[in-house]
């Protein structure tokens, strides 16, 4: 086979560059028929922010930092943006403890 006969490779597999760009994953994504990240986390049933923070009825700022402290645990679905799962009711009920109480 001819050097000259070879295909194209738009994306850049296979020359030792092995970052995965927001264009390698959106070829990816398309040829394998794969679902988003997105809509993988939400059929675990993870909430968006307002969602997450309207359901333990606190503000969105509260849910943030309660994520960053570890108190709720978000996912990560694009670069900025993020998923959160309150199936732990374990660490939520610590949180939600009426000051002075001991148990």
Do not use: C
Request: glycine share 6%; charged share 20%.
């Amino acid at each position: 086979m001819r050097a000259d006969s070879v295909p194209v490779d738009p994306y850049g597999f296979g020359k030792g560059e092995a970052r995965f760009t927001a264009l390698r994953v959106s070829y990816l994504v398309n040829a394998y028929s794969l679902r988003p990240r997105f809509e993988r986390l939400r059929a675990r049933g993870l909430l968006t922010k307002q969602e997450a923070a309207a359901r333990l009825k606190i503000h969105v700022a509260t849910l943030i930092s309660w994520a960053k402290h570890g108190i709720v645990t978000r996912y990560a679905y694009n670069a900025h943006a993020y998923l959160y799962d309150l199936s732990d009711p374990k660490s939520l009920a610590k949180t939600f403890q009426p000051l002075g109480s001991t148990g």
